[in-house]
């Protein structure tokens, strides 16, 4: 399984973006996928989760501004980004949770800046 993000960029403060996560291989069977970030000089973080039977977790600090949303079909994840803020400034990293087995991306750059 690969997974390939994608749509990350240079934004002003407010602004808004959509992240896109592709997969590739055999994704049969319950997952979970789920973004991450990790700001310059932080721990990755978990950003929202979407799991395939449709649960769904965001945390605290992004909720009511992000949305995630999966296109099974597709096998791909997405991340709408509203009202960014500059401490949203990270290198956002999407994951594949499947079979017990987790998969990353390489991750894309979103800098929200002045």
């Known amino acids: 399984v690969q997974l390939v993000e994608s749509g990350g960029g240079l934004v002003q403060p407010g602004g808004s973006l959509r992240l896109s996560c592709a997969t590739s291989?055999?994704?049969?069977?319950?997952?979970?996928m789920s973004w991450y970030r990790q700001a310059p000089g932080k721990q990755r973080e978990l950003v929202a989760t979407h799991t395939s039977d449709g649960h769904i977790n965001y945390v605290d600090s992004v909720r009511g501004r992000f949305t995630i949303s999966r296109d099974n079909a597709k096998n791909t994840l997405y991340l709408q980004m509203n009202s960014l803020k500059p401490e949203d400034t990270a290198v956002y990293y999407c994951?594949?949770?499947?079979?017990?087995?987790?998969?990353w991306g390489q991750g894309t750059q979103v800098t929200v800046s002045s």
């Open positions: 291989g055999s994704v049969d069977g319950p997952n979970a």
């Open positions: 994951r594949m949770v499947l079979r017990a087995t987790l998969y």
